[in-house]
């Protein structure tokens, strides 16, 4: 796509559950970002990929947040045991190496209920 | 650590009119860029403008330009002939240069534009 693409766009989910959140990052770029947007607050990061690997990820909270992507084009982020202060909107970004310019999607609005 | 500091939650400005949106910044790294992004209710993040800090010259893109100073650690964004669809949320943005697009953002100023 010539874009983004996040998948769902929005997702409720059972206090404890697990959730995956699903990123498409524009075709070619080798970096990707999560970032998390609590209401009323700006984006904080989460995690960095560069290719397959995690070259950065000491914006995940705890342990309940795990990221992943395996081939290097698609990233999947799992919450497990998803509290009610998880709640907020999953924004996702990449970027070609060395670009300065971070392309996002239109996030993932997840609600714990 | 950086930290990027909003203080105006709102601000309202007539259409045609100029505004200026305010954003300072703390680090102690001399390489950076700094940027403001737009977030219309469709939550997509947009750039709007960005600034190389070793290059003395304000940025400009069209009606959007800012006032870069260094020494003060302040990134202003002012929009001019404001229009309808400036009405969004923008966010002041802070990367190191070689960290990649590892953003801090700020807390974000919601502009409203009155016809």
């Known amino acids: 796509g010539a874009g983004v693409s996040q998948t769902p766009s929005n997702k409720v989910t059972e206090k404890g559950k697990y959730v995956e959140l699903r990123c498409d990052p524009i075709?070619?770029?080798?970096?990707l970002y999560w970032y998390r947007q609590s209401l009323g607050q700006g984006p904080e990061f989460l995690i960095y990929f560069q290719g397959t690997g995690a070259a950065d990820d000491s914006g995940l909270p705890n342990d309940r947040f795990f990221a992943v992507r395996p081939e290097g084009s698609v990233s999947t982020l799992k919450i497990q045991r998803t509290e009610r202060g998880d709640s907020a909107v999953y924004l996702c970004?990449?970027?070609?190496?060395?670009?300065?310019?971070?392309?996002f999607g239109q996030g993932t609005r997840l609600t714990v209920v | 650590a950086q930290t990027v500091t909003q203080s105006q939650p709102e601000m309202s400005v007539q259409e045609a009119e100029t505004v200026t949106l305010s954003c300072t910044y703390d680090t102690s790294e001399s390489d950076y860029y700094l940027f403001w992004y737009k977030q219309p209710p469709s939550r997509q993040m947009i750039l709007v403008i960005r600034?190389?800090?070793?290059?003395?010259q304000n940025a400009t893109e069209n009606r959007f330009s800012v006032n870069f100073q260094k020494a003060a650690k302040s990134f202003s964004l002012k929009i001019s002939d404001s229009q309808l669809g400036d009405a969004a949320m923008y966010f002041c943005?802070?990367?190191?240069?070689?960290?990649?697009?590892?953003?801090?953002f700020g807390g974000g100023t919601r502009l409203m534009v009155k016809p």
């Open positions: 600034q190389e800090a070793y290059k003395q």
């Open positions: 943005a802070y990367r190191r240069r070689a960290a990649g697009n590892m953003l801090t």
């Open positions: 970004a990449s970027s070609i190496t060395g670009g300065t310019e971070a392309f």
């Open positions: 075709s070619g770029h080798t970096a």
